[in-house]
């Protein structure tokens, strides 16, 4: 029992550690051309509460000291309840979950994805378009645009539909039906921009 207690300990001091790394990583390496991965991993938020919870959790299984493991409990508890009440209102503030508007495959069978997301940070949304190069893992994040809505603008802009033309271009249709033909590399990089 306490070689199984020792062993997730270590996992969970070795989880600590993989969130803390993710969390410095991750806004390093978004940028255009960047690892997708890392680019959905960027939350430091949330990984750095991941990170404590785990080191909570393995001071609790490793420590001999009855004071160290009850103190950890008791943070560990704490964390659990302010976690469950901070859940929403980091959603909310955030939205780490963004609505897929449109995931379009390349249509000559290339690994390269249009993506449409909409989030909404507080009630304002923001529309992110690109282009997902290479298979998981190792796929490649090209941004397109990206479009805040003015809460003082009479004029509201999105995204209305998107797709391929053919292998090297997308076209973009905004809410005012104006299309937007783009060319892209074979990369996955935005070889024009998009004027709204």
């Known amino acids: 029992m306490d070689t199984l207690r020792a062993a997730v300990g270590w996992g969970l001091v070795a989880s600590a550690g993989a969130a803390a790394a993710t969390a410095v990583a991750a806004p390093l390496y978004e940028h255009p051309g960047g690892p997708a991965l890392l680019a959905e991993l960027n939350h430091p938020v949330l990984l750095a ?25 008791a943070g560990l508890a704490l964390s659990v309840v302010l ?28 690994p390269r994805r249009l993506v449409v997301e909409q989030t909404s940070a507080l009630t304002d949304p923001v529309w992110r378009i690109y282009v997902d190069a290479g298979t998981f893992p190792t796929a490649r994040r090209w941004p397109v645009a990206e479009y805040r809505s003015d809460p003082e603008s009479a004029f509201t802009k999105g995204v209305l539909g998107a797709r ?31 004027d709204w």
């Open 49 to 73: 509460v991941l990170a404590v919870l785990a080191l909570a959790g393995a001071a609790l299984l490793r420590s001999r000291r009855p004071d160290v493991r009850r103190a950890a409990g």
């Open 83 to 110: 976690g469950v009440l901070a859940v929403p209102a980091y959603g909310v503030v955030t939205d780490p979950m963004p609505m897929e508007e449109w995931d379009v495959p390349a249509p000559d069978g290339a």
């Open 164 to 194: 391929w033309t053919d292998a090297d271009h997308v076209r973009i249709i905004d809410l005012d039906h104006g299309h937007h033909d783009l060319r892209i590399g074979p990369d996955g990089r935005p070889l024009d921009r998009l």
